[in-house]
C-alpha cells in the first residue's frame, strides 16, 4: 500500500488513508447478513464489542454501514426505520449504535456511522473542490476507496486494535454492494490476517415440516462468495438448536471449518449471548486467526458482574408492569432505548419489567376508558415525539399519572406533556397548550427554542446532542444522580415557556435542572407526588448495561413500592 501511495505516475489505484497509517496495527471484523434482514447483525455485533473490549480488553471501534441515500437518520420515519438514536456529538443515527454503546460502555461519534448518503455527499464534495485531480470519479476506485479510508481513519483517531464493521441490509442488496465490495478490497491491501469476515444468516425452520432447512442459508453464503468474499465464521441464527447435520451442510457449502459454524438461537435475554458466544469459542477463533495474543487476559471483574447479571434477569425477585405511551407502538424498536433502559435498571435490582403499550389516540378519540387502560399499571412513561396525534390523550394519561400517584417519568415529549397538563388542570390555564400543535394559541406554555425560529427544513437542525443539565439541590433529581451537573442528549425544538415559570412554580411544581447559564428548564418534578419526574433531554441514550441510568433506577424502585 505503501508503494502504490508514494508512485507519482497515473495508475488505476485510488488509496486513501490518514497520514502514518500502518497496514497490520488495526484489525478488521467485517459482520455481513443473509437471508433475511432483521437477522441480528447489529445484536450479534453489540456481543462480539463486549465480549472483546470488556472481556479481553482490546480497544474496540463499531462503525455501522447504512444503504440509505439519507445523510443520517434524522428525518427517518420510526414506522419505518424504528428509533433515531442520537449521539453525544449530534449525530442522529441508526438504531445500532444505541446497542454498540450500551453494551460496549463507551460513547461513539459521528465516525461511528457511515451511510450512502454520507458518503455520496463527501465525494460530490471533494470532486466539486478538485479533489480528484481530474479523474473520472467511479464507484470503483474512488467510493469504495473513500469507504476504506473512512474505516482507516476511524481506526487512527480512536486508536482502535479492532475496528467492527457491520455492513447493513442484506447479502445481494443493491444498496450495500459496494460496501461490500469496498470490504473485498480492504482484505486484499490489509491482508487476510488483518482482516476476518463473519456472516450472521438465517436457518429456517417450517411448521409443516417441523426441521430446520439451510438451504437459503447456502445460498446466501455462495452470493457473498460471488462477491469475492470468503466468510471465515458462519453464524447460524435460527428459533431453536440447530443440529450437527445442518451445521455439516453449511460447513461444505461454505467452505468453513465445522468449529467455525456457530450455533446462535434465541434465548431469553441479551446478557447470555456474550457468555454463550465465548462457550462457543466464538472469541478465541476471532482472536488466533487476526494473531492478536491477548485472549487470556480475561477481565474477571467485568465478566464476573456480567454473568450476575444475566443471573438476577433469568431470576428475578421483583416484577412490575409500566405502561409506555405513544404513536409508534406497534413498532416497539421505536423505543429500544426505552425498553434496554428499563432491562438494565430491572436487570440491577432483579426486576421483571413487563411493558403494556398504549395508542394514546384510542383513549382521546374515547375508544378506550382511561381507567381501564391505567388498571394494574405500576408506573407510566411519556416518551419523546413529534405531531399532534395522540397528544390529547398523552396529557389524559399525565393527568390520571398525577391525580392517582403513579410513578410518572417523562422523557422529552413527556416533559412538555407534563407542563402542559399542569397548567391546565393545576394553575388553571385551560387552553394551556404547546406551539408545535397549535401555533395561534394564546397560552403558549410550551413554545420553539428562540434559536429554532428562524431555521428552515428538518435535517439536522434541532437542539440536539450532548449538553450540560444543572440539577438543583434538595430534589429528587438531585438524590438520584448525587451529582450538581450532569450530561445528557437532546433532541428538540420546543421547550418551557419562561414566562410561564413563576406561575408553574407557585402552584408547585419544582424546576430541578435546567440550563447553567440561561433559564432553559430541563428537569421538572412534583415533591408532593410518590415520583412524578419528567426531562426535556433523553435520559433513555445515555444508560449503559454495566452503568443504568439514575432516573429509570429511580422510577422502577417508585413502581416496586406502589
Known amino acids: 500500500m505503501e508503494e502504490l501511495s508514494a508512485r507519482t505516475d497515473e495508475h488505476e489505484f485510488y488509496l486513501s488513508a490518514p497520514k502514518g497509517y500502518r497496514v497490520g496495527k488495526t484489525k478488521y471484523v467485517v459482520i455481513t447478513g443473509s437471508v433475511i434482514s432483521g437477522v441480528g447483525k447489529g445484536t450479534f455485533s453489540s456481543c462480539i464489542g463486549t465480549i472483546l473490549s470488556l472481556f479481553h480488553g482490546f480497544r474496540v471501534s463499531p462503525i455501522k454501514f447504512d444503504g440509505y441515500l439519507n445523510c443520517d437518520a434524522g428525518t427517518l420515519n420510526p414506522f419505518r426505520h424504528g428509533e433515531v438514536f442520537v449521539l453525544d456529538d449530534g449525530t442522529e443515527c ?36 478538485g479533489g480528484y485531480l481530474g479523474r473520472d470519479v467511479q464507484f470503483i476506485p474512488h467510493v469504495t476507496g473513500e469507504i476504506k479510508g473512512f474505516l482507516r481513519n476511524l481506526a487512527s483517531k480512536t486508536d482502535a486494535d479492532i475496528v467492527l464493521v457491520e455492513v447493513g441490509g442484506t447479502v445481494g442488496d443493491l444498496e450495500n454492494s459496494y460496501f461490500i465490495e469496498a470490504m473485498r478490497e480492504l482484505s486484499y491491501e490489509e491482508g487476510r490476517e488483518n482482516v476476518f469476515f463473519i456472516n450472521v444468516t438465517y436457518i429456517l425452520e417450517p411448521r409443516s415440516l417441523g426441521e430446520h432447512k439451510s438451504k437459503a442459508a447456502q445460498l446466501g453464503v455462495k452470493s457473498l462468495m460471488s462477491l469475492g468474499v470468503q466468510p471465515n465464521m458462519i453464524i447460524c441464527r435460527s428459533e431453536n438448536p440447530v443440529n450437527e447435520k445442518v451445521r455439516e451442510k453449511i460447513s461444505i457449502f461454505s467452505n468453513v471449518p465445522l468449529s467455525r459454524v456457530v450455533n446462535c438461537y434465541d434465548v431469553g435475554n441479551m446478557y447470555s449471548i456474550p457468555l454463550f458466544l465465548m462457550e462457543s469459542g466464538v472469541d478465541k477463533e476471532i482472536i488466533n486467526s487476526l494473531n492478536l495474543k491477548k485472549w487470556e487476559k480475561i477481565d474477571e471483574i467485568n465478566l464476573g458482574k456480567w454473568k450476575q447479571l444475566a443471573k438476577k434477569t433469568e431470576n428475578p425477585v421483583n416484577e412490575v408492569t409500566v405502561g409506555i405511551t405513544g404513536k409508534y407502538t406497534n413498532v416497539h424498536d421505536s423505543y429500544i432505548s426505552i425498553i434496554k433502559a428499563l432491562e438494565h435498571s430491572g436487570s440491577y435490582s432483579g426486576t421483571k419489567v413487563n411493558i403494556r403499550w398504549i395508542e394514546t389516540t384510542e383513549i382521546e378519540n374515547g375508544e378506550n376508558d382511561i381507567n381501564e387502560v391505567m388498571k394494574g399499571l405500576d408506573g407510566i412513561i411519556i416518551p419523546g415525539g413529534f405531531g399532534k396525534r395522540g397528544i390529547e390523550g398523552k396529557i389524559m394519561c399525565a393527568k390520571y399519572a398525577r391525580e392517582n400517584n403513579i410513578p410518572y417519568l417523562g422523557l422529552c415529549l413527556g416533559f412538555q406533556i407534563a407542563l402542559m397538563e399542569f397548567a391546565r388542570n393545576v394553575c388553571g390555564i385551560k387552553d394551556a397548550d404547546s406551539t408545535e400543535m397549535n401555533p395561534d394559541t394564546k397560552s403558549p406554555v410550551v413554545d420553539i427554542l428562540p434559536e429554532q425560529k428562524k431555521i428552515e427544513g428538518l435535517g439536522g437542525n434541532m437542539r440536539l446532542g450532548g449538553k450540560d443539565v444543572e440539577v438543583k439541590k434538595g430534589t429528587l433529581a438531585h438524590k438520584l444522580y448525587g451529582k450538581d451537573m450532569v450530561r445528557k442528549r437532546f433532541r428538540h425544538r420546543f421547550e418551557c415557556n419562561p414566562e410561564y415559570i413563576q406561575t408553574l412554580e407557585r402552584n408547585g411544581l419544582v424546576f430541578s435542572g435546567k440550563h447553567p447559564k440561561y433559564p432553559i428548564m430541563q428537569i421538572l418534578e412534583i415533591p408532593k407526588h410518590p415520583f412524578f419526574l419528567a426531562t426535556q433531554y433523553h435520559a433513555e441514550f445515555t444508560s449503559k448495561t454495566l452503568h443504568p441510568e439514575p432516573l429509570f433506577s429511580g422510577f422502577l424502585k417508585a413502581c416496586m413500592k406502589k
Open 94 to 129: 441508526d438504531l445500532d449504535l444505541g446497542s454498540y454503546e450500551r453494551m460496549l460502555n463507551k460513547n461513539l461519534s459521528k465516525d461511528n456511522y457511515l451511510t450512502s448518503g454520507k458518503i455520496f455527499k463527501m465525494i460530490i464534495d471533494k470532486e466539486r473542490a
